[in-house]
């Protein structure tokens, strides 16, 4: 056991932080962004349906989303654990491939991998199942760069061998993303460090170095003819120099100015920011509680053994003169991998940022950045304790950030899986071809076009994948576009991959989400003047049918599978609140009152005070004049602002359930009350 945990060390260690990094809370981790599209074909095309839903961008990406979604079960634990294991597989591959460029650095090269893997610049890890697929084909970069050196270094067939695995390994990563196709440019590097310039047998040198190059450049050469001239540019497009305005500066000083920044970001920032603490408001309570634990507990832990992977007794006593030998060759390589690992976003105008959604751009970036820090610690710093202790606090205050970073994911999983909780209570069925539509959305990490797969998931029971049944939009990003405008009978058509959906404005359900109330479905009758609503949904709101929401349970049950949206809430407020605002859309009166004595068992309040609305309007239907009035009053107390909306309650309640030659007191006393005209 000793001699194994000596043996494969670095690869446990490699585990082990990947493990604090990104396993903690995985148990409680969802879908984000483009994996619930990807979960939601998969579902209804199985793995082979990915030939048509990637066609139209990367058709070479079809393979690997083919190969994972039928090896891992489409539930959010699943593919958290594989995006675990491809990022640590990462990691592993980046180890070998630098040991093969720089045997003699295994211990500089260990670091490097170790920092690569829990690089702090890249957030989005918990985005599970597009990023595990990111990370297996970064892994076969690398280990097409490391079995180049091996062909490097065999000859016969076995290079011949070698050779073409590591060609078609360098295929399958470029023409499956062109993310890294930059760092394809480290191949020629690696190949002029094994054959070193010779002025006097020049011609020798450089017919080997293009020997050695030829497979390899022509798989780039053919990537880039097809990229550029046959399938060309479906999404991202180049931009020339004189696109890059810059007012009163020249495009080229813009230019220039960009690659500085982006570099500087990439090797001192993205470290940097780790040990701004979090922010309170994020993270409270435990959660602060056990990122200062995990973080001061990994300071020694992580120096500890970094120092014993390593022992000094057991470094070669030439490894700081052998640092000096290949410094030049290192930073050379970390500055290459910087500057060509971001020139296809610099090509594009897209911009690297530290925050969601840019910062993916920095998987190409990782390793440049990684490289280039540790070259950084071995030259500023002589002792080998101070190096281990600055490599400490990187790792320990990086994985307190990763933790941090999927706190934020975990809490956002929790908004999204109460919204469709509330919505199958307050939508038990929904009629074809409807649009959910609202202005924007409380969700960072999820669109509107991300959640139209959900939506599909849960209602669509039939699984059929085209037409699509439902869409949801919204406003703030749609309008304009996607959706033309919200007068009514407006024509939409919205491209979902390999399916469309076809629908008009007459066909739309309003709602509106907040995580400070329960949800709300938009109804012309009762959801204007409710401050909670903003303003600016009124169109919405005009448009908004709220009778494509059938009110009866459907045949066949909803799609909330527990083991994707996680178990049902328990039946607090709001889920009494949807359930009584379906009824009173259907004026099943009775149905109000038996929630209202439940309500009241259990002592719940509402989370705004509209919320009372649909008891009150209950009461006022069977003549309980006394009780209507009391949740106006309780409605009032908690929000002064719905004076007006309460007026307009008060007054239909007058002319749909009141006699009017009669009179009614207490309506009038309470209308004085609130100083209705």
């Given at each position: 056991m000793k001699a194994f945990l000596k043996k494969h060390s670095p690869a446990l260690l490699l585990l082990l932080f990947s493990l604090l990094a990104y396993g903690i809370l995985i148990p409680w981790l969802g879908f984000y962004w483009d994996d619930w599209p990807m979960a939601w074909f998969a579902k209804t095309l199985g793995p082979s349906g990915f030939k048509e839903v990637l066609s139209s961008d990367r058709p070479f990406l079809m393979g690997i989303y083919m190969f994972t979604t039928s090896i891992v079960p489409m539930k959010p634990i699943y593919w958290q654990a594989f995006a675990l294991l491809s990022r640590w597989l990462c990691g592993l591959s980046v180890y070998?491939?630098?040991?093969?460029?720089?045997?003699?650095?295994?211990?500089?090269?260990?670091?490097?991998?170790?920092?690569?893997?829990?690089?702090?610049?890249?957030?989005?890890?918990?985005?599970?199942?597009?990023?595990?697929?990111?990370?297996?084909?970064?892994t076969s970069l690398f280990l097409s760069l490391g079995v180049m050196i091996l062909a490097m270094e065999t000859r016969g067939r076995k290079k011949v061998f070698l050779v073409i695995a590591s060609v078609f390994l360098q295929l399958f990563t470029i023409f499956s993303t062109e993310y890294y196709a930059g760092l394809e440019f480290l191949r020629i590097l690696i190949i002029w460090n094994k054959y070193s310039l010779d002025f006097r047998k020049f011609k020798i040198w450089f017919l080997t170095m293009f020997r050695e190059y030829l497979p390899y450049g022509v798989g780039l050469l053919t990537f880039f003819i097809w990229r550029v001239y046959i399938f060309k540019f479906p999404?991202?497009?180049?931009?020339?120099?004189?696109?890059?305005?810059?007012?009163?500066?020249?495009?080229?000083?813009?230019?220039?100015?960009?690659?500085?920044?982006?570099?500087?970001?990439?090797?001192?920032?993205?470290?940097?920011?780790?040990?701004?603490?979090?922010?309170?408001?994020?993270?409270?309570?435990?959660?602060?509680?056990?990122?200062?634990?995990?973080?001061?507990?990994?300071?020694?832990?992580?120096?500890?053994?970094?120092?014993?992977?390593?022992?000094?007794?057991?470094?070669?006593?030439?490894?700081?003169?052998?640092?000096?030998?290949?410094?030049?060759?290192?930073?050379?390589?970390?500055i290459t991998a910087i500057l060509f690992g971001a020139f296809p976003f610099w090509a594009t105008n897209l911009p690297i940022q530290l925050t969601y959604p840019y910062d993916r751009f920095f998987l190409s970036l990782m390793f440049g950045s990684s490289l280039f820090l540790v070259y950084l610690i071995e030259k500023l710093f002589f002792s080998n304790t101070v190096k281990l202790a600055c490599l400490s606090l990187l790792i320990s205050f990086s994985i307190g950030a990763h933790f941090t970073n999927a706190n934020v994911f975990r809490r956002e999983w929790n908004i999204h899986n109460q919204f469709f909780w509330q919505l199958t209570w307050r939508v038990p069925d929904l009629q074809e071809n409807t649009l959910l539509l609202s202005e924007t959305f409380p969700l960072t990490f999820s669109s509107?076009?991300?959640?139209?797969?959900?939506?599909?998931?849960?209602?669509?029971?039939?699984?059929?994948?085209?037409?699509?049944?439902?869409?949801?939009?919204?406003?703030?990003?749609?309008?304009?576009?996607?959706?033309?405008?919200?007068?009514?009978?407006?024509?939409?058509?919205?491209?979902y991959r390999s399916t469309e959906f076809i629908g008009t404005t007459d066909q739309i359900v309003g709602f509106f989400y907040t995580t400070d109330a329960c949800l709300r479905i938009l109804d012309p009758e009762q959801s204007h003047n409710d401050p909670l609503i903003p303003e600016s949904m009124d169109d919405i709101i005009d448009l908004s049918d709220p009778y494509r929401i059938r009110s009866e349970d459907p045949a066949t049950p909803l799609g909330m599978d527990e083991t994707i949206f996680g178990k049902e809430p328990a039946h607090g407020w709001c889920y009494f609140y949807q359930k009584a605002d379906l009824a009173r859309q259907y004026k099943d009166w009775a149905v109000i009152l038996d929630i209202e004595k439940?309500?009241?068992?259990?002592?719940?309040?509402?989370?705004?005070?509209?919320?009372?609305?649909?008891?009150?309007?209950?009461?006022?239907?069977?003549?309980?004049?006394?009780?209507?009035?009391?949740?106006?009053?309780?409605a009032y107390t908690m929000d002064k602002q719905l004076e007006k909306r309460l007026c307009k309650e008060l007054s239909r309640y007058q002319l749909e359930f009141s006699d009017p030659d009669a009179g009614n007191p207490i309506l009038e006393s309470e209308m004085d009350l609130l100083d209705c005209p």
């Open positions: 070998w491939a630098l040991t093969k460029i720089w045997p003699d650095l295994k211990k500089q090269m260990l670091w490097v991998s170790i920092l690569f893997t829990i690089f702090p610049g890249f957030k989005q890890q918990p985005i599970a199942i597009i990023y595990s697929n990111g990370f297996i084909l970064l999404t991202y497009h180049p931009v020339t120099l004189s696109k890059l305005s810059g007012g009163e500066y020249h495009p080229i000083i813009v230019f220039l100015n960009r690659i500085v920044q982006d570099v500087y970001l990439t090797i001192w920032q993205s470290w940097t920011e780790v040990f701004q603490f979090p922010n309170l408001t994020m993270i409270k309570g435990s959660s602060q509680f056990f990122y200062w634990a995990l973080v001061l507990l990994l300071i020694p832990l992580a120096y500890l053994l970094l120092k014993n992977t390593f022992p000094v007794a057991t470094i070669n006593k030439k490894q700081n003169s052998l640092f000096v030998k290949y410094e030049n060759q290192i930073l050379i390589f970390a509107d076009n991300s959640l139209t797969a959900p939506l599909n998931w849960i209602y669509d029971t039939s699984n059929d994948h085209d037409p699509l049944k439902y869409m949801m939009m919204f406003t703030d990003i749609r309008l304009g576009s996607t959706l033309p405008d919200l007068n009514p009978g407006t024509q939409i058509i919205k491209n439940q309500v009241a068992d259990q002592q719940l309040k509402a989370k705004a005070g509209s919320e009372y609305l649909p008891f009150s309007e209950a009461y006022a239907a069977t003549g309980d004049w006394e009780k209507a009035v009391k949740y106006i009053q309780k």
